[in-house]
C-alpha cells in the first residue's frame, strides 16, 4: 500500500510490522481481549471515582471530616498525574499480559483491602496502592488495545477502551452509589473486587503475549516531537476549560438556571450518555478525518462554554449546552488518545503515560480555578472562564494539527519531480507507467 512515510497506511502491511496482530489471526480472541481491556478500565474509573457519591457514608463510618474524605480522591488524582510517566518508564521491558493481569490482581486486592479498612488512615494507604496501579495501567492500556489490531483499526479500539472509562461515569459510579447506600460503603468497594475478579479471567486468556513494541502500536506511526509536545499541552487546556464548569455544574444548573435540587441526577445521567456518545462519534472522525479530529471538539467547546454564560439562566438552553460539551469532551479524549499514537516520538507507551497525566491535570487545575472563582463570583462566571481556557486549547490545537513545514516542503517537491502541481490538482493523477498506481508523491500530496 501506498503512504507517506510514517503514516499508517505505509506501516501497516511493512514486514514484521503487523504481522503478530491478533486480530489476524483471530478476530474473536481479538475482540474478547479488546472487551476484557475496556471492562478493566470501567472497573479503574469506577473505583477511582467512587468515594465522590459514598462522601457521607465513608466519613461517618470511619469518623472522618467530609473535607478529609475528599482527599481520597484528590490524593489519587495527584498520584496519577505525577507518577504515570515514571512507572511507564520503569516497566517498559516487561511482558503486556502479565503486567496487565498483575494490576487486575492488585485491583481485586486492594478493593478487598478497602472494604475492609478498619480506619481512615488504612483507606488512604490503599487508595495510594490502587492509583500507583491505575497511573500504570491508563498508560498500557491504549497501545495494548491498539496492538490487537491492524492499525485500520486503531481508532475504533481507541474507543472501546474510553467507552469502557466513561460508561464506569455513567453507570458504574450510580450503581456503587445506590449499593453502598443500600448495603453500606464497605458492599461498594466488595462489588469492584468481584468486577475485577471477574474482567481478570478473558485478559489472562485472550489476551497475547506480545509487546506491543514488536507491532505497529508500538511507536508513532508519523513521529513528530513538537506536535506531540503541542497535543500534552492542549490536553491541559482543553480538559482544564471543560472541569472550569463541569466541576460546578450542580450549582451552575440550580443558582443559575433555576433547576431543582432533585432533578439534577437525571441531567448528569444525560450528560454521562452524551459523553459516552462523544467517545464513538470521535472514534468515527478519527478514521474519517484523523488530521482534524482532535481540533473539532475544541473548535465546538470553546463558544458553547461562553455560550453558556450568556445563555444560562434559560434553562433548556443550559441543559443543552452542557450536553453540548460533554459530547465534546468525549470526542476529543478519543481523537487526542489516537493523535498520540499517531505522533508519539518514541514510545507510546510512554507517550500515553504524559497524555493522561496531562489529562488530570486539567482536571485538577480546572477544578481549583473554577473554585476559585465560584468562591468570588458564583457558578455563572466558571463557564465563561472555561470558554476563555477552551480558546487557548484551540489555539495550541490549531498549532498542533499543523505539520511541520520542512515536511510539507519536502512533500511539495515530490510532487514537483513527479510532474504534477497544485494547478492540477482538480486534473486525475497520472498512473505510473510501469505499476498502473499513482505516483507516491502524488499520493502523499493528496494527504497535504
Known sequence: MVGPKGSSEGREDAPGASAAVLHRRDPVAAMAALFALSAAAFA??????????????????????????????????????ALSAPLAHLTKGLPRKTTMCVLMAALVLTSLAAAAAPG???????RVVTALGQALFWSLVIPTAASLFPAGMTGRAV???????????????????????????????????????????????ALPSYHPAE???????????????????????????????????????TKVGGLA?????????????ATLGGVFAGSVVSRRRPNIAPLVPV???????????????????????IVAACVTLGAYDVSNQNRILEVAPASTEIASAWASASFNAGIAGGSLAGGLVLNGYGPRP???????????ALLLGVAATRRPRDVRREEREGCRKAGWWRSERRSPPRASRTTGQPHAAVANLKRI
Do not use: K
Open 44 to 81: 479503574y474509573v469506577t473505583t477511582e471515582s467512587l468515594p465522590v457519591g459514598l462522601l457521607q457514608p465513608i466519613s461517618h463510618g470511619l469518623h472522618s471530616s467530609l473535607v478529609a474524605t475528599g482527599w481520597l480522591v484528590t490524593v489519587y488524582a495527584a498520584i496519577n498525574v
Open 120 to 126: 481512615y488512615g488504612w483507606l488512604m494507604a490503599v
Open 159 to 205: 474507543g472501546w477502551v474510553l467507552g469502557g472509562a466513561t460508561l464506569a461515569v455513567v453507570l458504574g459510579v450510580p450503581a456503587g452509589t445506590w449499593l453502598g447506600q443500600l448495603a453500606g460503603w464497605r458492599a461498594a468497594f466488595l462489588g469492584v473486587a468481584v468486577l475485577a475478579a471477574v474482567v481478570s479471567a478473558p485478559i489472562a486468556l
Open 215 to 253: 507491532t505497529h502500536a508500538g511507536t508513532g506511526s508519523a513521529p513528530d516531537g513538537r506536535r506531540y509536545r503541542l497535543a500534552i499541552v492542549t490536553t491541559a487546556f482543553a480538559v482544564g476549560g471543560f472541569f472550569c464548569m463541569y466541576t460546578y455544574v450542580s450549582p451552575f444548573l
Open 261 to 273: 435540587l432533585h432533578d439534577v441526577a437525571a441531567v448528569l445521567l444525560v450528560t454521562g450518555a
Open 299 to 321: 473548535a465546538v467547546l470553546a463558544p458553547v462554554l461562553i455560550g453558556l454564560y450568556f445563555a444560562g439562566r434559560v434553562l433548556p438552553a443550559a441543559i443543552v449546552l
Open 382 to 392: 466558571t463557564a465563561l472562564l472555561g470558554g476563555l481556557v477552551a480558546v487557548v
